[in-house]
């Protein structure tokens, strides 16, 4: 499972941002880079079966706090 998961990202990286290096849309590129990461990892953990820790502690504090 882990290989499929390396081989998709690996095709997705070469093939998506190319574009927008092309037209010249740096920012762009970087958001969708640092995005491409995050969910790479995610999906790499998942299939190594490692334990995520869950965000919804943080997010009940944070509305907690904000009223």
């Given at each position: 499972m882990v290989v499929y998961i390396v081989i998709i990202y690996v095709f997705v990286a070469i093939l998506d941002p190319y574009g927008l290096l092309k037209r010249g849309m740096k920012r762009d590129f970087y958001?969708?880079?640092?995005?491409?990461?995050?969910?790479?990892s995610l999906a790499f953990a998942l299939s190594m079966?490692?334990?995520?820790?869950?965000p919804s502690p943080l997010i009940e504090n944070?509305?907690?706090?904000?009223?």
């Open positions: 958001v969708c880079s640092v995005l491409y990461l995050i969910s790479f079966h490692w334990k995520i820790p869950s944070l509305i907690k706090r904000l009223y």
